[in-house]
């Protein structure tokens, strides 16, 4: 297993499509691995493929309860909404306002090319649909309804629960 570099915004690689996984070898083995273990090493919810600059439709995702790996990955089911803060692993420091299904299944194949269905809410949902959309070249930012700065995120989060806390 490997670190692999994580591409940051303005590289042209995150606008692109990507492109189906057809082969299940042990390229696409080495692919997942090197993925989750980036993905464990930068703390984040989750990271695909073209993150790490490479345009198949490839992601992980870790939202506290281990690692998920998705091939070929395709949303089947939306139902509700949720509104909150969204990051990406490629826009260090930078968060967006994003609304989002409450609950989403997602129909996937796994590395040996096995169909699966997963279905996950709240933060689950969130980073199923984020990086879903980055297969497709779509980046959060196209949601969001305004950015924040990690400072200014937390600076509200304090007011809230100030707020929260008097009430
Ligand atoms: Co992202």
């Not at 990955?73 to 909150?84: A, D, F, K, L, M």
């Not at 420091?93 to 194949?109: C, H, N, S």
Request: proline share 3%.
């Amino acid at each position: 297993m490997a670190i692999r570099n994580i591409v940051r915004f303005g590289d042209k690689i995150l606008e692109k499509e990507c492109r189906k996984v057809e082969v299940f070898d042990e390229r696409l083995h080495q692919l997942l691995d090197d993925m989750k273990e980036t993905l464990a090493k930068a703390e984040g919810a989750g990271l695909a493929a073209p993150q790490v600059g490479v345009l198949r439709q490839v992601c992980v995702i870790d939202v506290g309860d281990g690692p998920v790996e998705l091939v070929n990955p395709e949303i089947v089911r939306t139902s509700g909404e949720q509104t909150g803060a969204e990051g990406c692993l490629s826009y260090p420091d930078m968060w967006g306002e994003v609304t989002r299904p409450m609950k989403v299944t997602v129909k996937a194949q796994d590395r040996n090319g096995k169909s699966f269905k997963l279905t996950g809410e709240e933060l689950c949902a969130r980073a199923l649909c984020h990086e879903i959309d980055h297969l497709h070249g779509v980046l959060f930012t196209a949601h969001a309804t305004r950015m924040m700065t990690t400072e200014e995120l937390e600076a509200e989060s304090r007011a809230k629960s100030e707020g929260e806390g008097k009430a």
